[in-house]
Nanobody, 120 residues
Framework: QVQLVESGGGLVQAGGSLRLSCAAS????????MGWYRQAPGNQRELVAT???????TYADSVKGRFTISRDNAKNTVYLQMNSLKPEDTAVYYC??????????????WGQGTQVTVSS
């Protein structure tokens, strides 16, 4: 089994910064993509950013130039540095990872979510 544990959410004023972390643990053999998604009230969950094991990144247009995704493969951890935050960034942020374990081929796993609130 795999667990994804997020941390770093909170309340920040517009223009401020937050850094989210997500650590994967369990009987992990390999992790392909890791990423962050978010869901605001009344909206569908949307992609924020992803990163491959080789470091290739993708970003939603709405966060390009403001957010940076990175990962530490040795620690099975992905980070999301969020700068110049806007009220519209307010959402629950979810970590995602595509993981193979000693018992299963690659599967999607999700964290429990961490709230990010940006006040105007």
């Amino acid at each position: 089994q795999v667990q994804l544990v997020e941390s770093g959410g909170g309340l920040v004023q517009a223009g401020g910064s937050l850094r989210l972390s997500c650590a994967a643990s369990g009987t992990i053999v390999s992790i392909r993509h890791m990423g962050w998604y978010r869901q605001a009230p009344g909206n569908q969950r949307e992609l924020v950013a992803t990163i491959t094991s080789g470091g290739t990144t993708t970003y939603a247009d709405s966060v390009k130039g403001r957010f940076t995704i990175s990962r530490d493969n040795a620690k099975n951890t992905v980070y999301l540095q969020m700068n110049s935050l806007k009220p519209e960034d307010t959402a629950v942020y979810y970590c995602n990872a595509v993981v193979s374990t000693i018992a299963t081929w690659y599967k999607d796993y999700w964290g429990q979510g961490t709230q990010v609130t940006v006040s105007s």
